[in-house]
């Protein structure tokens, strides 16, 4: 059977997002126009002194060397047009900065691994009864201390793979992204997240958002063990000191679902073969 993607595509976020900065651009555009010169400056400068701010919080948060790199780009970009300076001593910081940040990128380390983890989760499944429920699911138990765990939780954070939350008796891996994390803490109606207790324990949450997702009602206990078993093997590879393995596992399967060519159309297939008959036959 061909490997595909068992997530529903969805373009919306793309098209918000773009829609949404292409607004705000035209709107600044056009405010600045009806300032003084100078005052446009410093009110452009204070939008990329916001941005860098927006982007030293999500550094402080996940540790990820890319939000850092862009937050110098947009002072760098500030400090330009608070000092009216646009000579080599602001150019050619910027340009560097702007470059590595595009590498990162493109190189897909600033990229947060939600749907690959939702994607990973269901590479088991394949089964579609018993559809979705509320409750959490307990998906086993596994060693380690709560100074493991933490480091462990770290490592995800700085690689975009998962953001811990660390409570009084657990630690919460919340894998949705950066706004959830950077306004509120995790909500179990809105947020998937996998737990683990400071006992031994894991359980995991699938929001229903992130259920419908999927192109069929998957089993759902059977994907919230896969989750589960999924984050107990990112554990296991962080514990042996394998954890350079996680993200090319990762990787591995979300990109050979990218280049599986489709399945045929089974009735296509048979009328190309009818034809090939009448054709041998005359």
């Known amino acids: 059977m061909t490997l595909q993607s068992k997530l529903k595509e969805n373009i919306f976020p793309i098209v918000l997002g773009l829609t949404i900065g292409l607004l705000a651009i035209t709107t600044m555009i056009w405010a600045t126009r009806q300032m003084e010169a100078k005052t446009a400056d410093q009110v452009i400068g204070g939008i990329w002194t916001f941005f860098a701010l927006i982007q030293l919080v999500v550094w402080l948060r996940t540790k990820n060397q890319g939000y850092l790199i862009w937050m110098f780009a947009c002072a760098v970009i500030a400090g330009s047009y608070f000092t009216g300076y646009t000579g080599v001593y602001f150019l050619i910081p910027a340009i560097i900065l702007v470059t590595a940040y595009v590498y990162l990128l493109a190189s897909r380390k600033m990229r947060w691994r939600y749907r690959d983890i939702l994607e990973l989760a269901a590479k ?158 005359h």
């Open 124 to 281: 088991p499944v394949e089964e579609t009864q018993d559809g979705f429920t509320t409750r959490p699911f307990p998906a086993g138990v596994a060693e380690y201390t709560r100074e493991e765990l933490i480091r462990f939780g770290n490592y995800l954070s700085k690689n975009l793979i998962a953001f811990p939350f660390i409570e009084k008796e657990r630690i919460l891996f919340l894998i949705n992204g950066t706004t959830r994390f950077l306004f509120r803490r995790p909500n179990a109606q809105q947020d998937t997240f996998v737990t683990f207790d400071f006992k031994g324990n894991i359980a995991v949450n699938i929001a229903k958002n992130d259920y419908k997702k999927y192109k069929a009602e998957l089993t759902f206990d059977q994907l919230c063990a896969s989750l589960g078993s999924l984050f107990k093997t990112f554990l296991q590879f962080y514990q042996e000191g394998k954890k350079d393995r996680i993200i090319p596992m990762i990787e591995e399967y979300v990109s050979r679902i990218h280049n599986a060519r489709p399945e045929p159309d089974p009735s296509t297939q048979i009328k190309t073969e009818s034809k090939s008959g009448n054709h041998a036959g």
